[in-house]
């Protein structure tokens, strides 16, 4: 009694996520084939591996003896397919990626551009869009995001050290005004808002020794950009609320003032992320390997996602 590669990857994948559907859109295939595979291997085997409702799907005691026997399997078929594909000469194909904007922008230079320069065999396709989405559904290899909005149940690699948002205005638009001192202070000062994916107006975030804000900045300028903002903000537009990166040569330059320094510390960056399947393709080895050869402050984790920064990208 045999059972099929594909079959055990169904097994592995259903329990890592908890679920069919999650697993179905891991592996590219349709809930109901994933139920079958797994319906004719218990079949076979004589023994039920899933215990399962229309709300949950959790593994019987046998199914966890024998999940943890057949990862250890599976982890070494998967090192072994490693090691074959990386005797291949250069990688090729097409490589999609999904990245906010302003994540492009970051790592155009310092990171893509090397690899189209280096990989040439690799159409390198990047999307860029603000919304947070399925990128195993919708067919990407791999997304940028900041390390708090990477999705559940992916490997997260940290390809950017911190970064922060900081509050920033021309020295014309503050010329006469308060200098704000505290969050509250904001009310009194135009602001340039930020109108997110979802169509909701972001507040603006504060913390200092343990206190915690959230602004609904006042302003008549409504935007849906980082670099937008910060142009508007150049031109004595009002206060801004923008990604650190993008602003230090102008603060250095005088054309920008910072306030609220205080309020606004710094977060984990950039992380490159990815589905939590066994065999990497070379064209992202090859990225990720990259990454790691720039030294761009790497570490590698499952991660679970959480709340926090606008859009949960640098948008």
């Not at 179905?24 to 797994?38: C, K």
């Not at 085997?45 to 199914?63: D, E, M, Q, W």
């Not at 067919?139 to 559940?152: I, M």
Request: charged content about 20%; some cysteine.
């Amino acid at each position: 009694m045999k059972a099929s590669l594909a079959e055990l990857e169904a097994v592995t994948t259903i329990a890592r996520h908890g679920g069919f559907r999650a697993a179905a859109r891991e592996l590219r295939v349709s809930s109901s084939a994933l139920s079958h595979a797994v319906n004719a291997l218990e079949g076979r085997l004589g023994v039920r591996l899933f215990n399962r409702t229309t709300r949950s799907v959790a593994l019987t005691a046998a199914g966890e003896a024998f999940v943890d026997e057949v990862a250890a399997a599976l982890a070494a078929i998967d090192s072994a397919m490693e090691r074959a594909q990386q005797s291949q000469a250069r990688p090729s194909g097409v490589l999609r990626l999904n990245i906010s904007l302003g994540a492009a922008r970051m790592l155009l230079e310092p990171l893509l551009l090397r690899y189209a320069d280096r990989y040439p065999e690799v159409t390198l396709d990047v999307v860029t869009e603000a919304a947070l989405v399925d990128i195993t559904g919708q067919g990407f290899d791999a997304g940028f995001r900041l390390a708090e909005a990477v999705p559940p149940d992916m490997i997260a690699i940290t390809v950017t050290g911190q970064t922060r948002m900081i509050v920033v205005g021309a020295p014309a638009y503050l010329a006469g005004r308060r200098m704000p001192g505290h969050p509250n202070d904001l009310k009194a000062h135009r602001c340039i808002r930020l109108r997110m994916a979802s169509g909701r107006i972001y507040h603006w975030e504060f913390v200092r020794r343990g206190e915690s804000l959230e602004i609904d900045v006042p302003g008549s300028l409504i935007l849906d950009e980082s670099g937008l903002i910060l142009e508007a903000a150049l031109h004595g537009a009002g206060l801004a609320y923008v990604p650190d990166f993008g602003t230090r040569e102008h603060l250095m330059a005088g054309r920008l003032v910072q306030v609220l320094d205080d309020w606004t510390p710094p977060f984990d960056g950039l992380c490159l992320y990815y589905p939590g399947r066994r065999h990497v393709p070379a064209k992202l080895r090859a990225l990720i390997d990259l990454a790691r050869e720039l030294n761009l402050g790497m570490s590698t984790s499952a991660t679970q996602a959480s709340a926090g920064v606008p859009g949960g990208d640098l948008d």
